[in-house]
């Protein structure tokens, strides 16, 4: 059974950055895309980055790219979402997720398995 687990979130000012660290476990990983989503209360998750396990092919969305940068140690087991120049409106809960279809794509029901979440709070 895969098993996500993210770590790093918090409280950071507007300007500040994050980085948030999503360890996999269970499985080998070398066919799947991981990826990361964010959800506010009320509102269905947004596409946030992902990121092949073998190739490190990365995606973003389009609205954050520049600011987050996605990216894996294979080694380690460990997805990562850099976040800079954060904003109150990147306030939300970020999920790590995997699709062992290797699809991947900005579609969550696409992915099979979540972790259970991390708060980032961005104050203004």
């Known amino acids: 059974q895969v098993q996500l687990v993210e770590s790093g979130g918090g409280l950071v000012q507007a300007g500040g950055s994050l980085r948030l660290s999503c360890a996999a476990s269970?499985?080998?990983?070398?066919?799947?895309?991981m990826g990361w989503f964010r959800q506010i209360p009320g509102k269905e998750r947004e596409f946030v980055a992902a990121?092949?396990?073998?190739?490190?092919?990365?995606y973003y969305a389009d609205s954050l790219k520049g600011r987050f940068t996605i990216s894996r140690d294979k080694a380690k087991n460990t997805m990562y979402l850099q976040m800079n120049s954060l904003k109150p409106e990147d306030t939300a809960v970020y999920y790590c997720?995997?699709?062992?279809?290797?699809?991947?794509?900005?579609?969550?029901?696409?992915?099979?398995?979540w972790g259970q979440g991390t708060q980032v709070t961005v104050s203004s």
């Open positions: 997720c995997a699709d062992k279809d290797g699809l991947g794509g900005r579609y969550s029901p696409t992915y099979d398995y």
């Open positions: 269970g499985r080998t990983f070398s066919t799947y895309v």
């Open positions: 990121i092949s396990w073998s190739g490190g092919t990365t």
